[in-house]
């Protein structure tokens, strides 16, 4: 069993930047990928980036791609997103999830979801 709880979201102007975490209890946390996904009002839950276990593989939507970094510290059981150039249209409510399998896609079947931290963009 994992769980998730996000952190870091909040209100940015355009051109700035935030560091969401995802903070995961459990002592196997190092075994599983994570990703991060987002969802704004009326739209379907979108894949942002994910990470294998070890970290030395990563995958980006190419809407993030050169402005969002994901990383992890596993003695610290935590998975980063670091965002720079925030744009108005990466408005979302922002997820992590972890699976034992990378990717993690929004279909992975055996995912664990945290509960997911607000990021709004102000143009």
């Known amino acids: 069993q994992v769980q998730l709880v996000e952190s870091g979201g909040g209100l940015v102007q355009a051109g700035g930047s935030l560091r969401l975490s995802c903070a995961a209890s459990?002592?196997?946390?190092?075994?599983?990928?994570v990703g991060w996904f987002r969802q704004a009002p009326g739209k379907e839950r979108e894949f942002v980036a994910t990470?294998?276990?070890?970290?030395?593989?990563?995958t980006y939507a190419d809407s993030v791609k050169g402005r969002f970094t994901i990383s992890r510290d596993n003695p610290k059981n935590t998975v980063y997103l670091q965002m720079n150039s925030l744009k108005p249209e990466d408005t979302a409510l922002y997820y992590c999830?972890?699976?034992?399998?990378?990717?993690?896609?929004?279909?992975?079947?055996?995912?664990?979801w945290g509960q997911g931290t607000q990021v709004t963009v102000s143009s």
């Open positions: 999830a972890a699976n034992p399998l990378y990717p993690v896609v929004v279909t992975s079947a055996k995912a664990y």
């Open positions: 990470i294998s276990w070890s970290g030395d593989s990563t």
């Open positions: 459990g002592r196997t946390f190092s075994r599983y990928a």
